[in-house]
């Protein structure tokens, strides 16, 4: 039910904003949650109309698996993921037009990707494209695959950000979907679908909340929408955000990417059985490379990721440019046989999205310290949540729903809330 006055005020139904609001719920603080969209989830999203088999338009896998509280919430709600890493030593890829195997111990892509995250936690904060060899034969693949880890092209990738990410390196992809478990957590949440918020006004008993259909006031705000929605001033705060986090809004950006879905008419990776494919051609790096999931779960499907200013760029052109850049490099490694089988695609529009406009915060060269100033309160007021405010879990789900509930404990202290432990698995009986 919704409260008409409640205490707390939550901007945004995705992973942050459902952590903020079962925390609340678990004080007993009255709250209600404002989203833009007509679905909860934000860019955890999982979409089984559009081939016919689920599959994530966002979040797919459980990061960090073996310490991540969306793990543990998957466990508990009955939620399928798979328990081990599919790729565990090797990776076959399709290099210069041949097959081949690799392993990540000794790969040219994963150590150097492993150096940037090391310099970092060295103490070095520089673009990432300034310690590694531009000229290197691998380099394509390697600014591909740090466009899809970060969102962002090794020349806006800074060093400190990539260092200060903590990564157990075991990866866990959700079988019934990532958007499904963060949209089975918001269930009996007092959430308002279609409200737009457009400015927030923070008063001296509290905040003003103003959205498309009308004004609603409470004495506190957690405002967990993605960072570009800040950046980009699509909400007014009222008498404006402190100088110094309207700063860090700038130098916390969000990167892109984007999938591009592929439905068959039946399995067609039989014979090569392997979960993920590079296909690049280091002869002719201008053809761009481009990473494959291969049949996830059994499904006959094949999903192709792409980053940073490649995702930025086709996103603009447009979905038919998208696929037919998927299509003709799977194409290449699979052969023109591979077109007929095609039944259905599809493809993600995050970049165009006015409520997302993006994929994950990255902070810029030398700014790695820059987020620290999300997590402070604005006026004892305002509170910030998203993946774009966790030090060490940013660009994640669970790192996002753990700020959430960081800002609702902080909230209900403020408030006067008796304190409470945390508890990050609860949920209402
Ligand atoms: C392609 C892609 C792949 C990814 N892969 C993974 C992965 O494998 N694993 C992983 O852990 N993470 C992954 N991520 C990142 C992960 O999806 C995000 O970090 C996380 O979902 C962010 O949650 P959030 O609550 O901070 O923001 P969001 O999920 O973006 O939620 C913010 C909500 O605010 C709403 N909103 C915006 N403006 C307004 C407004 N004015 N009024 C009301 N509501 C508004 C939005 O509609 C949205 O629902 C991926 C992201 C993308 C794009």
Redesign the pocket.
């Known amino acids: 039910m919704m409260v008409q006055n409640p205490d707390v005020v939550i901007?945004?139904?995705?992973?942050?904003?459902i952590g903020a609001g079962l925390a609340l719920t678990r004080l007993g603080v009255s709250h209600a949650i404002?989203?833009?969209?007509q679905r909860v989830?934000?860019?955890?999203y999982s979409d089984t109309s559009s081939l016919g088999h689920l599959w994530d338009h966002?979040?797919?896998?459980l990061?960090s698996g073996d310490v991540n509280v969306m793990r543990f919430m998957a466990e508990k709600l009955k939620h399928k993921f798979r328990p081990e890493n599919p790729a565990v030593s090797s990776f076959r890829s399709f290099i210069g037009g041949q097959w081949k195997v690799s392993e990540f111990a000794t790969d040219y892509v994963w150590t150097k990707l492993e150096e940037i995250a090391l310099a970092g936690r060295n103490g070095l904060d520089v673009a990432a494209e300034s310690i590694l060899d531009r000229g290197h034969a691998m380099y394509p693949l390697l600014r591909h695959w740090c466009q899809l880890i970060y969102s962002k092209d090794p020349s806006e990738l800074s060093t400190g950000d990539a260092g200060s990410y903590s990564d157990s390196h075991v990866n866990l992809p959700v079988e019934d979907g990532?958007g499904a478990l963060v949209a089975r957590l918001s269930r009996g949440l007092p959430i308002r679908l279609g409200?737009?918020?457009k400015a927030i006004e923070i008063t001296g008993s509290g905040v003003r909340v103003e959205t498309n259909s009308g004004a609603i006031t409470a004495k506190a705000c957690i405002l967990?929408?993605?960072s570009r929605?800040m950046e980009n001033y699509?909400?007014a705060i009222k008498p404006g955000l402190p100088d110094v986090l309207q700063q860090a809004f700038a130098d916390v950006t969000m990167g892109y990417?984007?999938?591009v879905a592929l439905g068959f008419d039946r399995k067609v990776f039989e014979g090569f059985e392997i979960p993920f494919a590079d296909v690049f051609d280091p002869v002719a790096p201008e053809t761009r490379p481009l990473n494959f999931e291969l049949h996830p779960f059994g499904r006959p499907i094949a999903v192709a990721h792409v980053g940073g200013s490649v995702a930025r760029e086709l996103a603009t052109a447009g979905p038919e440019t998208m696929k037919g850049f998927a299509i003709d490099t799977l194409v290449k490694a699979f052969g023109a046989d591979i077109r007929q089988r095609i039944a259905a695609t599809a493809t993600?529009g995050?970049t165009m999205d006015e409520?997302?406009g993006g994929?994950?915060s990255g902070a810029a060269p030398g700014k790695a310290e820059a987020r620290k100033v999300f997590s402070e309160p604005v006026h004892d007021r305002l509170f910030l949540a998203?993946?774009h405010v966790h030090r060490h879990y940013m660009?994640?789900?669970?790192?996002?729903y753990e700020t959430g509930l960081d800002a609702a404990h902080k909230a209900a202290a403020v408030l006067g809330f008796p304190a409470r432990p945390k508890d990050p698995l609860w949920l209402p009986s």
């Open positions: 901007v945004g139904a995705g992973a942050a904003g404002l989203e833009a969209k989830g934000g860019r955890a966002g979040a797919h896998w990061h990532y409200v737009k918020v967990a929408v993605p929605i699509r909400i990417g984007e999938k993600t995050w409520h997302i994929a994950y998203g993946e660009a994640t789900v669970h790192g996002a």
